[in-house]
């Protein structure tokens, strides 16, 4: 063996890893001695093949270099020395660039749906050759258009974080993945979706109700707004406790307008209803340029936004932990500090909270600070649950039907004695709440020539066993005979295909009388 071949033999394995693919030493006439892949084994099987490549080097005596035939975008090059010819090819180090895009390619919905955007892939110039939105679909919106953060970051091959051009507050991400190509995300779909939540939140920032709005003459009910009402006129923080559904923004409402307080604002947050990303800025307020995404001009929070007013913080007990304690200074110093600012605002505040949860359990299990509980809990105002005020369950009902008699265009005047028995044996898990969706349910079964709900016409759950706390009173024999007639005569027209005369003849009545029966029990023919 020559010195020469030695040596060329020597350095092919060195020369595969470096190229990133295969690195051969061939015979003049193109014939390959030895090949080595790019982890600096040799590949038997390809002795004695003839690389073309080689052999045009060897035939001219000068370097080629030219287009892999096995594998699209590879590269390879050939040097003649002496008798024989050193080549070498980027074969491998392409396709594991291939199968990277392919595998990002693959996690490309799945980035977008865990950003909450899109997710984009592109090529060296910043183009976009494939997209997928938030729910992991393709997208074909901008395919094949120029991102100029894409073609910033594919040139410097760093990657590109900017803000969006789109959505306020959103945040893109751009990313360089070989010189080839790179992808990039953004959070524009759930940012926009917090957009809407906060929307959502700002609905009622401001106090409409009354106490004579409270409908209820039980001496449960009484006596809680009395309580309310004297407090009214207090500055110190308010506590309601009460299950989901009693209705405490009413009572906070009722309390902001009954004070002298009545003419500044009422903020309400749903501390429940934001999340803990969110919820510190949109209570504190921000200084421009405090994080990505933030207004120039800065935002003040909702306690500002409240100053001489009310503030009334609905499901406390969901606050973030570490948010308490920035609360509780607030609450104690009377001044807030927005984010990204040294400067304290002074405010004049007045805080009601409410949660339908146990703090005391809350305390014990460390989820909320003791401390403020007790800066909150300075008045407590329990609003008793439904079934603590049955007696309250006929004026409601009453209150609410005339409210969708003028929201459904109904005349109902009332409501039959075996339907209001059902709902006084009731246990109502939801309270008011699910009373007023119980009745606007059985006002939109009821038709237009009815004016009385009856049974039929309440929701299916309200007869399951687990929620009813006693047996309905029996109907009485009136209304048993009445729902026994018109249930025999709206079957008689559906066998009779509507024939009034053939229906009155199989019920052994007269056509005059069916008329009559039809027109009291409220029956019509579609």
């Keep these: 063996m020559s010195e020469i071949l030695k040596t060329l033999l020597d350095v092919l394995p060195v020369i595969s890893r470096i190229s990133g693919g295969y690195a051969t030493v061939t015979a003049r006439d193109g014939a390959r001695i030895k090949t080595f ?125 900017g803000e969006s051009m789109s959505v306020t507050g959103a945040v893109g991400v751009r990313i360089p993945i070989t010189k080839e190509y790179g992808f990039g995300f ?86 429940g209803a934001l999340p803990s990303s969110l919820i510190e800025s949109y209570l504190f307020g921000y200084e421009g340029g405090a994080f990505t995404g933030a207004k120039k001009s800065g935002n003040p929070g909702s306690f500002e936004q409240a100053n001489g007013g009310t503030i009334f913080l609905d499901e406390i007990s969901e606050m973030d932990y570490n948010l308490q304690s920035k609360l509780l200074r607030v609450l104690q110093e009377r001044e807030v500090t927005r984010i990204g600012s040294s400067q304290s605002i002074k405010i004049d505040v007045r805080v009601i909270s409410a949660t339908n949860k146990d703090l005391t359990e809350q305390i014990r299990s460390g989820n909320f600070r003791e401390d403020l509980f007790y800066r909150l809990n300075v008045v407590q105002i329990k609003v008793p649950s439904l079934k603590e005020r049955i007696e309250d369950i006929p004026l409601l009902v009453k209150h609410f039907i005339n409210s969708y008699n003028k929201l459904l265009g ?93 229906a009155a003849h199989s019920l052994g009545i007269s056509t005059t009388t069916l008329w009559r029966k039809m027109t009291e029990y409220g029956i019509r023919l579609d």
């Design 37 to 161: 892949d790019s982890e600096g084994e040799e590949v038997e099987e390809l002795i004695g093949k003839v690389y073309k490549l080689a052999q045009k080097a060897g035939e001219t005596g000068s370097i080629q270099t030219g287009k892999s035939v096995i594998v699209e975008n590879a590269e390879a090059w050939a040097f003649p020395i002496g008798e024989y010819v050193l080549a070498a090819s980027n074969i491998e180090l392409v396709l594991r660039e291939q199968k990277l895009k392919e595998a990002l390619q693959e996690a490309l919905p799945l980035i977008a749906r865990v950003a909450g955007g899109e997710a984009v892939l592109f090529d060296n110039k910043g183009t976009r050759l494939l997209s997928y939105d938030y729910q992991g679909n393709i997208s074909k919106r901008f395919i094949g258009s120029v991102s100029k953060a894409a073609q910033e970051a594919m040139e410097k091959q760093k990657p590109v974080i």
């Design 186 to 271: 953004n959070n524009e779909e759930g940012t926009q979706r917090e957009h809407k939540l906060l929307e959502e939140v700002k609905k009622f920032q401001y106090a409409k109700y009354n106490f004579s709005d409270i409908i209820g003459e039980s001496d449960a009910i009484k006596k809680v707004k009395s309580i309310a009402s004297f407090i009214s006129q207090g500055i110190s923080s308010v506590l309601i406790l009460g299950e989901t559904g009693t209705g405490k923004e009413l009572f906070a409402q009722a309390i902001h307008n009954s004070s002298e307080r009545r003419a500044e604002p009422f903020v309400a947050i749903n501390c």
């Design 410 to 502: 109904k005349y109902v005047v009332g409501i039959s004695e075996g339907a209001r028995n059902y709902l006084l044996a009731y246990e109502w898990p939801g309270n008011v709440r699910q009373l007023q969706n119980c009745i606007e349910h059985a006002m939109n079964m009821v038709k237009l020539n009815e004016n009385t709900i009856n049974v039929g016409h309440l929701p299916s759950y309200i007869f399951e066993n687990k929620n009813i706390r006693q047996q309905p009173k029996m109907l009485s024999l009136t209304e048993v005979v009445a729902e026994a007639e018109k249930e025999a005569i709206e079957k008689a027209l559906k066998i009779k295909g509507g024939s009034k005369k053939d």
